[in-house]
């Protein structure tokens, strides 16, 4: 492995690849550079750094290119498709397309196209956005370190010796490495937060029921949510505005209007979080959280407080057994979720060779098809769900997550919003924690209330760790359809903070040298 | 397990037992579309050409409620005095089977959507016996696969298997009833009645077309014995691949007597599925349930919870068609049937079409007279229930209608029902095809008896000399000469016309 350097000799991010896709949404609409160009230039990104990086399973250059010249004729006749048309975007490999595998970064997926497109995927196409790919991640989206994907892990740009997060750790990573502007997550216990919190990138969790679910392939149907992923709270909320919105596909598609983050951001911007109401979780602090990580916290609720909002310390008592619930809840329902993955429609097939009857090509398959996690949880799941354990495990889970949804509606009662670390650590090294299924499970343990509730939530860098300079996530926390209160903190915040540090924090990713 | 039961004589085993039943139905509803996606619910469909992402159980696809089938799950626990659930859930039902695409079943399990009700069933003797509902719950057929090789089309033994998933995700309606206790000797009676009524009462609704021969009506039979005196239930089996109404009671009453013959030896019933054979009558074991299976059900998290609204159930309920029962008290009266006569109509499961028939604008004892003599003769060369024939109360009243008009005689009127009944289209299809319409066109008739006339000139003379009745023979050459297809009546009056008799 190479190591970094963020020397001007290092072949950094273009002119181009460098822009956020705001500015480079301004650019296209203006004239002043294709949509093809900008695809281009992120495609020769693409291609230099991905062998370092490993953030992507697919790239269809082809398609994204084309695309991209359509985003182009259609603005020469007047009729761009959004404000973000032509802007390339890399999506997570969860989401079903028609043009390219969706391999959920298993096995058992590895050469199956979908004949559907997902709702998220449809919608981008409608807007004109240009999708360049899709990204690496855990297997079926279960991990906190990409590390579980079938296809090798995904490096971090701040240090490629360390994990980008996860499971999307794919998304996060093409982002902090200037492959792409924009990028989809899929948040089913902290699978966006996580990982822009370790990379340096702003991610959002919408509110549960806020983006369509049809076409990502579920892990755990009650939790997963799609949900937008860039380098500013900017760029974020004009990809959230794209796929957000009630969708008749998906039964748990909340029917109401999305709420205006693309406004909220750019009020938000402006500085002023006056009559703003801020809780700090009380319980998110204290023993396994690294110190730069609680000091960046600190600092960002200084800021927060300069900004003109009122901050208090709130208590959220259950949110000790958030974790646990989570670890019944969505393995349950993974274990029934994965149980299609049977050689019989679709994917892998082992063993059909007229030795082994139906059951055994299907045991044999799954066997072969899985990773070692996916059986974890699969087996954690069966055990819970099964009769007599039901109403200790399952039913059990469930209560707490009452609980939660409790404690929040209790501490919105208080405030507006609640903050907290995103993470308790930076990245970690690769390796580290994948014999330890606890350690692992640790990284989430503040990002999975919000999943539990269904409320909405952001990672939001706020600098880098004194320890090792790598990247701090702060994680807001808004009332469900409230997301707009998410950007307008956040892009407070962001402001604030680039102001303090004199540069953006973009700017100080360490540019990737290039191999060749 | 595989041996013949020994079996014993049935006055013998009430002697000793009581039989408790417990029947399962699985009604396929006649929705437009299936239960959680927007494909065709159709029978007899090219393999595999009505399924979607959704019934197929893709990756990443969510299934969305068909609400039609949720309202005709609400109108049939209200037929059946059930209760309707203010709030209740969907549950998934997980287990592996090729033929199911989700490796789960989207079912209901302890939040059905109707419980707690009863259906009073006429037996063979005219006396009334109520069989209580337990639960009525939606949920999705499976797909269905075919053994290749091997024996009888089962999976063991056989080489390969086809999947056909154009029935994957039909509506299914599952009713259960509460144990029957009390049926004593009559209980394979009683189960066949009970069947044989929820057919009635769900194809009077219009929502399933209950056809056992296809499917859209199955039943499972839980049969045990209880020793004379005893109150504890025996071990249960369930016997399943029950085809016809018949089959139901030959089923439950082998099944007692298979127990009986085991019980009575000192041996143990096993739990376990059973197939019933049409051919021998007996039962064979199926599946043997050796630990109760574990389905691990859990709250379907992909669908809603549905809450009907006190308003609307009872908006649904204004909605219930004249109930089966209702609409035979009436027959009874309007058509002035005794007890008897009702009973055979029921038995021939003629009263319903003939009472369709009669609201489809026919005469009480036309429509009778066709359904009771030419289409069950018809019926019965098939092989099937009349039910199952293949022409509509409707066609048959068209029929009935064109005959009244003059435009079919009786024997056309027959060999347009044979065409319907073999699928070559409706009635006025069927005579457009064949050109069967009887001869009006008073021109071309009148040639006709101007032949027969000339050709005849005795007969002719003597009908002038006002001998009328030898005009028979003249009508018959015109009968002869049209090859049937004229209305023998206007040639009579042709004939008497042109004879000057008139
Ligand atoms: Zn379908």
Not at chain 1, 21 to 48: C, F, M, N, P, Q
Not at chain 1, 385 to 408: C, E, H, M, N, P
Not at chain 2, 1 to 21: C, G
Not at chain 2, 151 to 159: C, F, L, N, Q, S
Request: charged share 25%; hydrophobic share 40%; glycine share 10%.
């Amino acid at each position: 492995m190479t190591s970094t350097t963020s020397g001007p000799e290092g072949s950094g991010p273009t002119e181009l690849t460098g822009l956020t896709a705001s500015e480079l949404a301004a650019k296209i609409t203006a004239g002043e550079v294709s949509a093809e160009e900008v695809t281009r230039a992120h495609l020769d990104r693409i291609e230099a750094v991905e062998p370092d990086v490993h953030a992507f399973l697919h790239v269809n250059g082809q398609e994204a290119l084309e695309a991209a010249r359509r985003a182009d004729e259609d603005r020469a006749n007047g009729r761009a498709a959004s404000p973000l048309a032509g802007v390339p975007l890399a999506l997570k490999d969860v989401f079903t397309t028609t043009d390219m595998p969706t391999t959920c970064g298993s096995r058992m997926l590895e050469d199956w196209t979908p004949p559907y497109d997902s709702t998220v995927a449809g919608r981008l196409r409608e807007a004109g956005v240009v999708i360049l790919g899709k990204t690496n991640m855990d297997e079926f989206a279960m991990g906190s370190s990409t590390e579980n994907s079938a296809f090798g892990p995904t490096h971090n740009p701040w240090d490629l010796e360390r994990v980008p997060g996860g499971s999307g750790g794919g998304s996060s990573a093409a982002l902090a490495a200037f492959e792409a502007p924009l990028a989809i997550g899929t948040d089913t216990g902290g699978s966006i937060r996580q990982p822009a919190a370790v990379t340096g990138t702003v991610g959002v969790k919408p509110t549960y029921g806020g983006v369509s679910r049809y076409g990502l392939v579920a892990f755990s149907s009650s939790l997963d949510q799609a949900g937008p992923c860039g380098r500013t709270v900017l760029d974020a909320a004009m990809l959230h505005e794209v796929i957000a919105g009630h969708d008749r596909m998906d039964s748990t598609s909340i029917d109401a209007p999305v709420p205006q983050v693309t406004a909220a951001a750019r009020e938000g911007a402006a500085g002023d979080l006056r009559g703003m109401r801020v809780g700090v979780v009380r319980e998110f602090a204290g023993e396994g959280y690294q110190r730069g990580v609680l000091d960046s916290f600190n600092a960002a609720v200084d800021t927060l407080t300069s900004l003109g909002a009122e901050v208090v310390e709130v208590s959220c008592p259950h949110f000790e057994y958030a974790l646990g619930a989570y670890y019944l809840i969505a393995p349950s329902e993974c274990s029934s979720n994965l149980a299609r993955f049977d050689a019989m429609r679709y994917g892998l097939r082992v063993g059909d060779d007229g030795e082994h009857n139906t059951e055994e090509v299907m045991s044999l398959t799954r066997e072969q098809g899985f990773g070692a996690e996916v059986k974890r949880r699969i087996m954690l799941g069966t055990y819970a769900l099964s009769s007599g354990y039901y109403d200790a495990y399952y039913g059990q889970a469930q209560k707490v997550r009452t609980l939660i949804s409790r404690d929040f509606a209790s501490a919105f009662e208080q405030v507006d919003v609640l903050v907290s670390p995103t993470t308790p650590t930076t990245a970690f090294r690769i390796g580290e924690r994948a014999d330890d299924p606890m350690a692992m499970y640790l990284a989430d343990l503040c990002t999975i209330p919000s999943n539990l509730a269904g409320n909405a939530s952001m990672s939001v860098p706020s600098g880098v760790s004194a320890e090792d300079g790598l990247p701090v996530g702060l994680q807001i926390m808004a009332p469900a359809m409230a997301d707009d209160r998410l950007y307008r903190v956040g892009a407070a915040y962001e402001t604030a903070r680039d102001a303090a540090s004199g540069s953006s924090l973009v700017d100080r990713i360490p540019q990737l040298e290039v191999a060749r | 397990m595989t041996a013949v039961a020994e079996i014993m004589d049935y006055d013998e085993v009430l002697r000793n037992f009581d039989p408790v039943l417990g029947l399962e139905v699985h009604v396929e509803l006649s929705t437009a579309t299936k239960m959680f996606c927007g494909c065709a619910n159709e029978f007899g469909a090219e393999p595999n050409t009505r399924v979607c992402p959704v019934c197929l159980g893709m990756p990443g696809a969510l299934p969305v409620v068909n609400g039609t089938a949720v309202e005709s799950a609400i109108r049939i626990g209200l037929a059946l005095n059930c209760q309707v659930a203010e709030w209740c859930r969907f549950a998934r039902k997980n287990y592996f089977y090729p033929d199911m695409p989700k490796n789960f079943q989207t079912s209901q399990y302890d939040e059905p959507i109707v419980f707690d009700g009863h259906l009073d069933v006429v037996l063979d003797d005219g006396e009334t016996f109520r069989v209580g509902i337990e639960r009525a719950h939606m949920e999705e057929d499976t797909g269905k696969s075919s053994h290749v090789g091997g024996a009888a089309g089962r999976i063991h033994g056989a080489e390969h298997s086809l999947l056909d998933y154009n029935r994957a995700g039909v509506p299914l309606i599952e009713i259960v009833t509460k144990p029957i206790t009390d049926a004593g000797e009559r209980a394979p009676e009683v189960a066949r009645a009970y069947v044989t009524a929820l057919r009635d009462l769900l194809r009077s609704m219009g929502v399933s077309d209950v056809r056992m021969d296809q499917g859209s009506l199955r039943c499972d039979a839980n049969v045990s014995l209880t020793p004379k005196g005893s109150t504890r239930f025996g071990t249960r089996t369930e016997t399943k691949n029950v085809n016809s109404f018949r089959s139901i009671e030959r089923a439950v009453r082998f099944e007692m007597r298979r127990h009986a013959a085991l019980l009575n030896e000192g041996a143990e019933i096993v739990q376990e599925t059973r197939h019933f054979d049409e051919s021998s009558g007996e039962t064979s074991s199926g599946r043997r349930k050796e630990e109760a299976e574990d389905y691990r059900y859990f709250p379907e998290p992909d669908l809603v919870p549905i809450a009907p609204s006190r308003d609307w159930v009872e908006q649904l309920r204004g909605t219930l068609p004249e109930m089966p029962w209702e609409r035979r008290r009436r027959a009874q009266e309007q058509w002035e049937l005794s007890d008897e006569e009702l009973r055979d109509l029921v038995n021939a499961g003629a009263l319903d079409l003939i009472a369709a028939t009669v609201d489809a604008g026919a005469s009480p004892s036309e429509a009778r007279s066709w359904w009771v003599a030419y289409l069950t003769q018809r019926a019965n060369e098939r092989g099937g229930e009349l039910a199952s024939l293949p022409i509509t109360p409707e066609q048959v009243a068209r029929v009935i209608e064109l005959v009244n008009e003059g435009k079919l005689t009786h024997k056309l009127a027959r060999q347009v029902v044979d065409g319907v009944l073999d699928g070559r289209g409706g009635p006025d299809e069927v005579i457009a095809a064949d050109e069967l319409e009887v001869v009006s066109d008073d021109s071309s008739l009148q040639a006709a008896v101007d032949e027969a006339l000339a050709a005849q000139p005795d007969a002719a003379e003597k009908i002038r000399g006002g001998k009328v009745q030898a005009a028979g023979a003249i009508v018959g050459a015109v009968m002869k000469a049209t090859q049937g297809q004229a209305d023998a009546k206007r040639v009579r009056e042709l004939v008497l016309a042109a004879c000057g008799q008139q």
